[in-house]
């Protein structure tokens, strides 16, 4: 019996084991043969080591392909602590060659780490100092690439481009606007390790980096350059408080050229102030239009037709008494009997108080809300302002008056510039925008595409037609001559502001603007610039800003390939304008002929025959008076 029990238990602790045994044996075959990848990878995991290789950021570049920032290979030192043998010699080499204290460099080389990057003094190496840190061959010393952020064109475009981080991250502007797409995903290099940190005899793995998505914008550099050049002379000249000049193309929404100054140079950033650094003035400065606004009232008195441009006339004594308040215009004496069309030529104050009244403040702010004042114009770029417009119940007569040639109302530069926009393509507001695409790296395939985004619809394209007409008439025979250019239809506003602090208006301190359309017939490009507190210099926006504008315009033109249009209007001649002529038609006629048609102009001949077979300049063409027009004779 007790044998037999005995047998029992060796039979039941065999089957045990025999069962443990299967178990084993089919435990051991889910590993070998199914769990392997995953648990390999545990192993790995455990094993390996990686040395960051930082992918490129995407390129940022102009609407032709020009590349506005750009990315440049660095070195940036990586330490494996327990890796490294000698640790006191390789401290003191390295703090020699980086120009750090021992001290510093210990707490990199001592530090209880797996994997130690040294910073800020190993980040961004330049080429000698990683040539003589390679030249050491520590073991535990590494080199790794580095991506470093690049602005070829320094300061160019600098507050909508913005700036990065040391550690490449987006931190102002487009880079950090658009940061999740221009951001690559880093690689590395695999080694593989024991739990001590020494390294395994196996095969390296290299991990490619993913550069990041590439930027094409609005901006056209030919057009940005001339921006950044006429405001560094506006800086050189006057010395302003600030000065600022933004392009749109009407049609589209999109920005052309932006730019301002104060500015900066993304490429060494640390260097200015934060104030500096977050302002993008365009965007985010507001401050009262003064007559520019005027574009806007005289809009919606045509469209509101309270008001006939050439017929109604308007006498302007040189001030008006609005509720015991004189407002005056600026030219002492007035301007007496005018057109409408003649008022804003003028710039007229209390022309437009009558508007105003014309209009009464249900429908003149009905207009200023829909031209997008008083909230963000939504373009996507970071740091916008709104504006501040009077509450509809807390406007009086004053407010009503004052508020109709752009003062006691506080608007943005891209406000304005969307706003006279919809005033002259045909009565469309569009949102503004400078990001055309974003794109792989790589392929070049378009992964996301940016359009026109059109808000609403304003005025009609009757009024702005008339709208097109009545500023070019200010460009020819008022207040914008200065910006006139001959064979070219430009209509415009200038606008002299003055500026308030601590709700009282400063003396001698004027914000003077001009706002420009070109061509006017047909618009490819809305213009503004506007100057801050100008020093030395005439406190009249005509005298300061429209020659600048001029040369501008004249790089606009140039960059969009405007050709010369027929019909536009003559120049009324100021004393300091000279005469000129338009030539005439003379190839065929006699030498004799020819003189009774060219009587203003000096003559030179070529050839001795007795009739004209050729001429330059080509009729059509206008020459000062006297200028010299050869012909070619048979």
Same mark, same amino acid.
């Given at each position: 019996m007790f044998f037999k029990k005995i047998d029992e238990r060796i039979k039941l602790l065999f089957l045990i084991m025999l069962?443990?045994?299967?178990?084993?044996?089919?435990?051991?075959?889910?590993i070998q043969m199914i769990d392997y990848k995953k648990l390999n990878k545990y192993a790995s995991d455990l094993w390996s080591r990686d040395l960051p290789i930082e992918a490129n950021r995407g390129l940022i570049l102009d609407r032709n392909g020009v590349v506005l920032a750009d990315n440049l290979t660095t070195t940036s030192l990586?330490?494996?602590?327990?890796?490294?043998?000698?640790?006191?010699?390789?401290? @003191?080499?390295?703090?020699?060659?980086?120009?750090?204290?021992?001290?510093?460099?210990?707490?990199?080389?001592?530090?209880?780490?797996?994997?130690?990057?040294?910073?800020?003094?190993?980040?961004?190496?330049s080429y000698d100092i990683a040539e003589k840190i390679a030249a050491l061959e520590f073991d535990g010393v590494y080199l790794v690439k580095e991506a470093k952020r690049y602005y070829p064109y320094g300061n160019i475009l600098s507050h909508s481009l913005g700036y990065v981080g040391i550690d490449n991250q987006g931190l102002s502007g487009l880079e950090l606007q658009y940061d999740k797409y221009l951001t690559g995903k880093s690689g590395a290099i695999k080694y593989f390790s024991d739990a001590k940190g020494n390294k395994l005899n196996l095969s390296d793995l290299y991990v490619e980096p993913q550069d990041g998505m590439n930027l094409t914008l609005t901006i056209d550099i030919n057009i940005q350059k001339s921006l950044e050049r006429e405001l560094d002379n506006i800086v050189d000249m006057f010395s302003p408080d600030m000065a600022l000049a933004i392009v749109m193309d009407p049609k589209t929404g999109e920005i052309l050229g932006m730019g301002s100054r104060p500015d900066y140079d993304p490429n060494n950033y640390q260097n200015f102030s934060q104030e500096t650094l977050s302002r993008n003035l365009p965007i985010w400065s507001s401050y009262e239009p003064g007559s520019t606004f005027k574009i806007i009232t005289t809009a919606s008195a045509v469209e509101e037709k309270v008001v006939d441009l050439?017929?109604?006339?308007?006498?302007?004594?040189?001030?008006?008494?609005?509720d015991g308040s004189i407002l005056k215009c600026w030219k002492a004496g007035g301007h007496g009997e005018q057109t409408f069309l003649q008022v804003l030529q003028n710039s007229c104050n209390p022309g437009f108080v009558k508007l105003g009244q014309l209009l009464g403040k249900e429908r003149l702010f009905s207009y200023i809300d829909k031209f997008g004042f008083g909230e963000k114009t939504g373009i996507d770029l970071n740091g916008e302002g709104e504006g501040i417009i009077f509450n509809l119940d807390k406007v009086g007569n004053v407010e009503l008056s004052t508020t109709a040639f752009g003062q006691g109302?506080?608007?943005?530069?891209? @406000? @304005?510039?969307?706003?006279?926009?919809?005033?002259?393509?045909?009565?469309?507001?569009?949102?503004p925008y400078i990001v055309k695409n974003i794109a792989e790296k790589e392929t070049n395939t378009i992964i996301k595409e940016y359009s026109t985004?059109?808000?609403?619809?304003?005025?009609?394209?009757?009024?702005?037609?008339?709208m097109r007409h009545a500023l070019e008439s200010v460009v020819a025979k008022g207040g914008g001559k200065s910006a006139y250019i001959e064979g070219y239809r430009i209509g415009g506003k200038t606008g002299t502001a003055q500026k308030v602090k601590d709700g009282k208006y400063m003396v001698g301190n004027y914000i003077m603007s001009f706002m420009s359309v070109v061509p006017s017939n047909d618009p490819e490009a809305v213009f503004y610039?506007?100057?801050?507190?100008?020093?030395?210099?005439?406190?009249?926006?005509?005298?300061?800003?429209?020659?600048?504008a001029r040369r501008i315009l004249l790089d606009i033109i140039d960059a969009l390939g405007i050709e010369k249009q027929e019909g536009e209007m003559e120049k009324d001649l100021e004393w300091t304008d000279k005469v000129t002529y338009k030539v005439p038609n003379v190839v065929g006629k006699s030498v004799e002929e020819a003189k009774k048609l060219l009587p203003n102009f000096t003559i030179e001949y070529s050839g001795n025959g007795d009739k004209v077979v050729e001429q330059s300049p080509a009729a059509g063409e206008k020459l000062e008076d006297q200028g010299t027009i050869r012909l070619l004779l048979n």
């Open positions: 069962l443990l045994f299967i178990f084993i044996i089919l435990r051991v075959f889910y990586v330490l494996i602590p327990n890796q490294i043998k000698n640790k006191k010699e390789v401290t @003191q080499k390295l703090a020699d060659i980086l120009g750090v204290t021992f001290e510093e460099m210990k707490i990199h080389v001592y530090k209880k780490t797996s994997i130690e990057r040294v910073h800020p003094e190993g980040r961004r190496l050439e017929k109604d006339h308007f006498y302007d004594p040189g001030s008006v008494n609005v109302v506080s608007v943005t530069p891209i @406000q @304005q510039v969307t706003a006279v926009s919809a005033v002259v393509n045909g009565g469309y507001l569009n949102k985004t059109q808000v609403r619809k304003v005025i009609s394209s009757e009024t702005s037609a008339i610039l506007a100057i801050d507190n100008p020093k030395n210099t005439a406190l009249l926006s005509s005298y300061t800003t429209t020659p600048i």
